[in-house]
């Protein structure tokens, strides 16, 4: 697993011999003998770990000292892939991630037969589609390529974009679960195909339109607002696609992490951060952390069929 930390290391879990967190830890307090107390999560011995993709992003260093200002150390850990985040907090590595939104953690619930529980949301990002070529949907030709990311969750929501456009048609109506093969070839305009998100961005060239995810379209040049159809954040449909911290079942009502949850939704800089870091294309919501648990709960259902 490759992952760095910003400004503090890692607390030493991936250390030859296994060292656990308590055992590493004891003999932080006060005399340091064998009933000793593990240090507080968010003492300056024991900082929460916080894992994200994508920490280089100037707005992180804002929020640790922010959280710093609260009294309450924070590591940002930054991982290479979405792989890797929640496995990490599963195993202990990692206190809480925020990295995902409510579909991704069921699907990486359900596959793993984990319990990972979202405590706080961040944003919704919409996803665009967006061409070199035309300049509105109406524009597209029949019979024309448009490219949609091929990850489980983004492809599906490319598609009900396009379906909104009026450029396909999908199986009963489409789902947050719908894939190409789903397309419904003589109901629809274009011919769909789905490739690596990362190549959505540099495949404009050649086809008609792309679905391209946020992640993409800053490094790629694009101005978000070129878009020329995307989903609305506004829509009770799109909760599923709320960012979120997430966490343990077993730390859902850690005051330490519900307290990072907050102050990433009321400090101001780290707003304008995030909103920044995403090209102005956050919508910024603050769903109860019990109805983004349903939520989850809802999609985990569907997914299990």
Known sequence: MSFRATRRALRPLALAG???????LVGCSAG?????????LGSEENPVQLGVVGASD????????????????????DF????????????????????????????YNTNAGDDLQPIGSTAIYPIGLYSDKYESVDEIQDGETVIVPNDDTNQARGLLVLQSAGLIALQDGGSPYSTVADVIAEESRVE?????AALTATSLPDVAAAIINNDFITDAGIDPEDAIAQDDPTDPAAQPYINIFATT?????????????????TNEEVQAGALEASGGTGVFVQTPKAELQSALEAVEAELQG
Do not use: C, K, M
């Open 192 to 196: 769909v195909q789905a490739v690596d």
């Open 249 to 265: 079942a077993e730390n859902v009502d850690d005051e330490v992490l519900n307290r990072l949850v907050e102050l990433y939704q």
């Open 80 to 107: 290479t892939d979405y792989n890797q985040p929640n496995p990490a907090l599963s195993e202990g590595e990692l206190d809480i991630n925020q990295f995902q939104h409510i579909i991704y953690l069921a699907d």
């Open 58 to 77: 100037p707005y992180w260093s804002v929020y640790e000292e922010a959280a710093e200002a609260e009294g309450i150390f924070l590591d940002v850990v």
């Open 32 to 40: 340091g003998g064998a009933g000793a107390e593990e240090a507080a």
């Open 18 to 24: 296994a060292v656990g967190v308590a055992v590493a």
